[in-house]
T-cell receptor, first 113, second 115 residues
Framework: DAKTTQPTSMDCAEGRAANLPCNHS???????VYWYRQIHSQGPQYIIH???NNETNEMASLIITEDRKSSTLILPHATLRDTAVYYC??????????????FGKGTRLHILP | DVKVTQSSRYLVKRTGEKVFLECVQD?????MFWYRQDPGLGLRLIYF???????EKGDIPEGYSVSREKKERFSLILESASTNQTSMYLC??????????????FGPGTRLTVL
């Protein structure tokens, strides 16, 4: 089972910030939060990851709560090309070879013109 | 840029046929993965490999086998295709550096239909 809970779908107006929540209440100390997205008919694309500090890159920002039980991915100025399924994944950075990376069902984000 | 390529974007096969899905990565990654993706079920791990000739079962290995003869190539084999194997198949790879598991990079996917 996935270790994360995400809303099934969300809408966001073009040009506005899209805030995608993720709950990971059972996260352990050595586990990171990763975000991927999958645009229709393409493979998943890495977006960002973090441990406990907030992170920002050219694609998005990641805000992790102080207790690390939830996080929010922020797309600051959403465009129509950001319409995709967004996956929040929790996993250890240092993994045994037989550990698995589990993708849940993700959030389907619709950007509205 | 990391490049993960898959041999076909679309494939149609008949029940009982042997099917080969090929994946090649050009970044010298140690780890390679095969997933399938179905509506409402997300991505599910079939097999992965952390080195040449090494393989580990994922969550749903039944009906599949894999081959990793060279570091850059990871093949998924359906010995006798069945209609319930109609799906989108995704290959991924990443680097193993000093015990840490880096970001996974995915191929474009192969949409397999078994008639």
């Amino acid at each position: 089972d996935a270790k994360t809970t995400q809303p099934t779908s969300m809408d966001c107006a073009e040009g506005r910030a899209a805030n995608l929540p993720c709950n990971h209440s059972t996260i352990s100390g050595n586990e990171y939060v990763y975000w991927y997205r999958q645009i229709h008919s393409q493979g998943p694309q890495y977006i960002i990851h973090g441990l406990k500090n907030n992170e920002t890159n050219e694609m998005a920002s990641l805000i992790i709560t102080e207790d690390r039980k939830s996080s929010t991915l922020i797309l600051p100025h959403a465009t129509l090309r950001d319409t995709a399924v967004y996956y929040c994944i929790v996993r250890a950075r240092f993994m045994n070879r037989d550990d698995k990376i589990i993708f849940g069902k993700g959030t389907r984000l619709h950007i509205l013109p | 840029d990391v490049k993960v390529t898959q041999s076909s974007r679309y494939l149609v096969k008949r029940t009982g046929e042997k099917v080969f899905l090929e994946c090649v990565q050009d970044m010298d990654h140690e780890n390679m993965f095969w997933y399938r993706q179905d509506p409402g079920l997300g991505l599910r791990l079939i097999y992965f490999s952390y080195d040449v000739k090494m393989k580990e079962k994922g969550d749903i290995p039944e009906g599949y086998s894999v081959s990793r003869e060279k570091k850059e190539r990871f093949s998924l084999i359906l010995e006798s295709a069945s209609t319930n194997q109609t799906s989108m198949y995704l290959c991924a790879s990443n680097l193993l550096t000093s015990g840490s598991l880096d970001t996974q990079y995915f191929g474009p996917g192969t949409r397999l239909t078994v008639l």
